[in-house]
């Protein structure tokens, strides 16, 4: 049920369609869809699952990079490699359990790293927007007026530059030597 509400000059509304339940876009070992992300989860995992948290979260891949290879010193890289597939699949409605999570983390590390990359870019880059409304306020010009800068100028405001050297500045003492 959408509200009819006052739009004012200069806003955007975007209406993105919400999906039910869905599944991964990609298979688990459809590795060579992306080998980029597959090998980088082979050789550096903390690096491929920073990358992930912070294409899916925008805060950053230091510390969720940081926090993944401590944890695989300690051997329980698995752990915090599943709760970031739980995010994933709850921000995406996509079935599945922290067990089977955790197990995947700990068995087959880079398919599922490189899986989850392929699952954030394909959802991010490609979501649905049904409508996009842009309310523009009506320009209202005097006859004779002219915008500043139409001449060819740049239009973000900046004055005309002026060319060749600066004028030389006249009271300097001289050179002694």
Same mark, same amino acid.
């Given at each position: 049920?959408?509200?009819?509400?006052?739009?004012?000059?200069?806003?955007?509304q975007?209406?993105?369609?919400?999906?039910?339940?869905?599944?991964?876009?990609? %298979?688990?070992?459809?590795?060579?869809?992306?080998?980029?992300?597959?090998?980088?989860?082979?050789?550096?995992?903390?690096?491929?699952?920073?990358?992930?948290?912070?294409?899916?979260?925008?805060?950053?891949?230091?510390?969720?990079?940081?926090?993944?290879?401590c944890?695989a010193?300690?051997?329980?890289?698995c752990?915090?490699?599943?709760? %970031?597939?739980?995010?994933?699949?709850?921000?995406?409605?996509?079935?599945?359990?922290?067990?089977?999570?955790?197990?995947?983390?700990?068995?087959?590390?880079?398919?599922?790293?490189?899986?989850?990359?392929?699952?954030?870019?394909?959802?991010?880059?490609?979501?649905?927007?049904?409508?996009?409304?842009?309310?523009?306020?009506?320009?209202?010009?005097?006859?004779?007026?002219?915008?500043?800068?139409?001449?060819?100028?740049?239009?973000? %405001?900046?004055?005309?530059?002026?060319?060749?050297?600066?004028?030389?500045?006249?009271?300097?003492?001289?050179?002694?030597?």
């Amino acid at each position: 049920m959408m509200m009819n509400q006052q739009m004012m000059p200069g806003q955007v509304q975007v209406v993105v369609a919400n999906q039910g339940p869905s599944q991964w876009s990609s %298979g688990m070992f459809d590795c060579d869809q992306d080998c980029g992300s597959f090998v980088v989860g082979w050789f550096c995992p903390c690096i491929q699952y920073g990358t992930n948290m912070d294409t899916l979260n925008k805060s950053g891949c230091f510390g969720p990079c940081c926090s993944y290879g401590c944890m695989a010193m300690l051997g329980c890289h698995c752990i915090i490699g599943a709760s %970031g597939r739980s995010n994933i699949r709850s921000r995406y409605l996509i079935p599945g359990d922290g067990c089977e999570d955790c197990l995947l983390h700990y068995f087959c590390v880079p398919c599922v790293l490189s899986q989850e990359y392929r699952e954030i870019l394909k959802r991010e880059t490609n979501q649905i927007i049904v409508q996009t409304n842009i309310i523009q306020q009506p320009v209202m010009m005097q006859p004779g007026f002219q915008q500043p800068y139409q001449q060819g100028y740049p239009q973000q %405001g900046y004055p005309p530059q002026q060319q060749g050297y600066p004028p030389q500045q006249q009271g300097y003492p001289p050179y002694q030597a």
